[in-house]
């Protein structure tokens, strides 16, 4: 089986949110949650030089996450439903409304909290990596929206070697040894590795999928 997954290039990402919005507008989403979204993190403080004079160390990025397609999906394991599969052509983890019982298993089990139950439709939703486009060849409209090319999609392995920088995952995504996220990140400059406690998501309630 091919593993598809996201690159994403965070030295290019503004935090526009075209990509947010083009993913909402393609699959109908309500207001109240979404398929992809965009985290600013930021941090830093001021260190006193004694003098009268201090310096900052202040940093602020954007990360863009949709579901990572794991190679070990969380959700999938734990769904009781086996609503959650891997999909044996791509590996994105596709997920099967007719099975599902809104028990919210996956979104518990997520640690990178993507699917979301509707609340309308008693049902969990999440991101399939667009897999009617990319079965027809196209690439998720996230993808193609996004204005400074700062997101690619293809095999993993292929997008790895591509960008040899890259690494699984940056803060505040949690770490990737539980997963193994199907994601190949650039950092930039002010990048910070998972886990990280120095800094903080300053739009907690624009990304919390509620």
Known sequence: MTQYGFYFDSTRCTGCRTCEMACKDYNDLPASYAFRRVFDYEGGTWTDNGDGTFV????????????????????MANCPQGALDKDPDTGLVLHDDEKCIGCATCVNSCPFEVPVVDTELMKSRKCDGCASRVAEGGAPICVEAC????????????????????????APMASPDQTKPSTAILPCPAAKEPGDTSGAVANPKEVENA
């Open 56 to 75: 900052p160390d202040s940093f602020a990025y954007h990360l863009s996450m949709a579901c990572n397609h794991c190679e070990m999906p969380a959700c």
């Open 147 to 170: 204005p400074l090319r700062a997101l690619e999609f293809g095999p993993i392995d292929e997008l790895r070697s591509a960008h040899p920088d890259a690494v699984d995952a940056i």
